[in-house]
């Protein structure tokens, strides 16, 4: 991930930290760190992370997901400036 702005950062964080990415900060975006970064995640412990974290959303029906999470969150939003 080459990270601009924003959650961009973040979101890359969050998948080195998964063992599935890397996440190439300004100053290290040149062509050496570019190869350097996918060298190091062709790796057999890569590809198990990826695997791993894809049977998580398998079966995931993701805009049901966001729509109940949005409910949820109005719901706790509404009972909560009502008390």
Do not use: Y
């Amino acid at each position: 991930i080459r990270p601009v702005c924003f959650d961009q950062i973040d979101n890359g964080i969050r998948v080195k930290r998964l063992g599935v990415g890397d996440c190439l900060r300004d100053g290290r975006f040149d062509g050496h760190h570019i190869a350097a970064a996918v060298t190091g995640l062709m790796t057999d412990e890569t590809r198990t992370n990826c695997r791993k974290l894809k049977t998580r959303f398998d079966h995931a029906d993701s805009w049901a997901k966001s729509a109940d999470l949005v409910e949820e969150l109005a719901m706790n939003r509404s009972s909560s400036s009502s008390a």
